[in-house]
């Protein structure tokens, strides 16, 4: 496991980031001694990547609150958008594959995971150590969720920074509750797809309209408007209902899969200005602007780059 960091030591907490800018909700203090940290990342601007690093005996869950993100756990590759999960077991290298980290939201609840240990969650019983022995035997790693994830985590920091009686209890009830959420919706749904989600862990078939419509003119200039009169929807009531299910507003989503695409033409080796111009951005400093925006390069170097690879 060359070039990759570990994590063994209790209550340390690694922070494989560089500095970023937003803001951070943590809480290391449950009262749990499996419970390790559960943290709330909110970056708002593109930061450089999550380096390789691993944690010994420490099971992580990440939750996407909002925006998407990219992982590579063991070389496989993930890409999670709104409500998706994503599980890296005990000892897996993981990181953000060399690729930048874009603006988004996300959650990280990491445990210790030692099977060796006769207890989990401060409990003795056999249920709760085949709850340990089910989350550690998951097969499907990347999963959908839901905002019941959400709404369980938020509450996890609520009573943990809160001065209440039997604070330990309490946040071991609600770990529970999301810990046997996560098995069952594990056990139940296919790995996340590249499509955003809803509430529900579906989009509906006006939004996949939109989206497949926002593909097939990924070339052209797309607005919010002409998506809203497509779906026969008013444009302020299409914009709120795209941003409900996807986690982004169509302009952002637009601009996230145009780059996506450049990215793409650049690896092919198409010069800078076709790129910019078969794209429909309105110049070649804009189309750079937005390019550095989301992958913290210029698109000239980025072609540089995958010339030499």
């Given at each position: 496991m060359a070039n990759v960091k570990t994590v063994n030591e209790k209550k340390k907490v690694y922070k494989p980031h560089r500095k970023f800018t937003g803001s951070e909700q943590e809480c290391n203090d449950f009262g749990l001694a499996d419970i390790l940290h559960c943290r709330r990342l909110s970056f708002n601007k593109t930061i450089g990547p999550l380096m390789p690093h691993a944690h010994i005996n420490e099971f992580e869950i990440i939750f996407v609150e909002k925006g998407s993100k990219v992982y590579f756990v063991n070389e496989a590759e993930f890409h999670l958008q709104r409500f998706d999960v994503l599980i890296v077991f005990p000892g897996e290298s993981h990181s953000g594959g060399g690729l930048p980290d874009e603006k988004a939201v996300h959650w990280c609840l990491v445990m210790n995971f030692d099977s060796r240990k006769s207890h989990f969650l401060d409990d003795h019983s056999s249920?709760?150590?085949?709850?340990?022995?089910?989350?550690?035997?998951?097969?499907?790693?990347?999963?959908?969720g839901s905002a019941d994830f959400l709404a369980l985590f938020k509450k996890i920091i609520h009573i943990s920074r809160g001065n209440t009686c039997f604070k330990k209890i309490r946040i071991r009830s609600v770990l529970t509750e999301l810990l046997s959420l996560l098995y069952e919706i594990s056990e139940t749904t296919k790995p996340g797809s590249d499509q955003s989600l809803t509430a529900s862990g579906t989009v509906s078939e006006i939004i996949k309209d939109a989206l497949a419509c926002i593909e097939e003119n990924i070339f052209k200039t797309i607005t919010a408007?002409?998506?809203?009169?497509?779906?026969?929807?008013?444009?302020?009531?299409?914009?709120?209902?795209?941003?409900?299910?996807?986690?982004?507003?169509?302009?952002?989503?637009?601009?996230?899969?145009?780059?996506?695409?450049?990215?793409?033409?650049?690896?092919?080796?198409?010069?800078?200005?076709?790129?910019?111009?078969?794209?429909?951005?309105?110049?070649?400093?804009?189309?750079?602007?937005?390019?550095?925006?989301?992958?913290?390069?210029?698109?000239?170097e980025f072609r540089a780059q995958a010339k030499k690879s």
């Open positions: 249920e709760f150590l085949e709850l340990r022995e089910k989350l550690a035997a998951i097969q499907n790693r990347c999963f959908r408007a002409e998506l809203a009169d497509e779906a026969g929807l008013s444009e302020p009531r299409f914009r709120q209902r795209f941003k409900n299910e996807t986690g982004l507003n169509p302009a952002e989503y637009i601009l996230r899969k145009k780059i996506e695409t450049a990215k793409q033409l650049l690896a092919q080796g198409t010069p800078v200005l076709r790129c910019s111009c078969d794209l429909s951005f309105s110049s070649s400093q804009y189309f750079a602007s937005v390019f550095k925006k989301y992958t913290s390069v210029t698109p000239s």
